[in-house]
């Protein structure tokens, strides 16, 4: 079985949280090696067949800091051969308009450079106006809202690593 690369960004600790129930409920950490973006090079992602990013909304449709600040050296990084599944953090209610940006604006480089995505995730339920992380009426990965539905986080984590596990061969 291969391992799973999981990168993330995280200022306020919501996006590590959930990196860390997404790590356990795939196996833990004999299954998915678990990083910081900000302590790692991009070029660690080319190590993995599967890959998790993990990126927060920041600002007003930004992705996070860390993110941010190696985005441009993603060009650099084969991606193809690579299967990719993203989750972001946000709040659906305060950032309607921009939701999950981060998200969709990271799948969509990515996939650009020959990552294929995996875990699109329903919309269903959420209650924003606009989304860069839309792709065909579902988000591009796990939506997450602690801000607002924390009480669903625990939930969508497990499902949606049910569906990881298929797509992974894990």
């Known amino acids: 079985m291969a391992k799973v690369g999981l990168f993330y960004g995280s200022t306020t600790g919501k996006t590590a949280d959930a990196a860390e129930q997404i790590q356990g409920a ?54 193809s051969g690579k299967t990719v599944a993203y989750f972001g953090t946000g709040d659906q209610i305060g950032y309607a308009d921009n939701f999950q940006d981060a998200m969709g604006i990271l799948e969509e480089k990515i996939a650009g450079l020959g990552g294929k995505t995996v875990g699109y995730w329903s919309a269903e339920g959420y209650e924003h106006s606009d989304s860069k992380a839309m792709r065909d009426d579902k988000f591009c990965g796990l939506a997450l809202d602690d801000d607002n539905q924390s009480e669903k986080t625990e939930e969508r984590i497990q499902a949606w690593c049910g569906e990881l596990k298929t797509a992974f061969g894990i």
């Open 26 to 79: 795939l196996g833990g950490d004999s299954v998915v090696d678990l990083f910081d973006i900000s302590e790692k090079s991009v070029e660690d992602l080319g190590e993995y067949e599967y890959i998790i990013i993990g990126c927060p909304t920041w600002n007003i449709g930004e992705v996070q800091d860390d993110w941010d600040a190696v985005i441009e050296e993603l060009d650099d990084v084969d991606f």
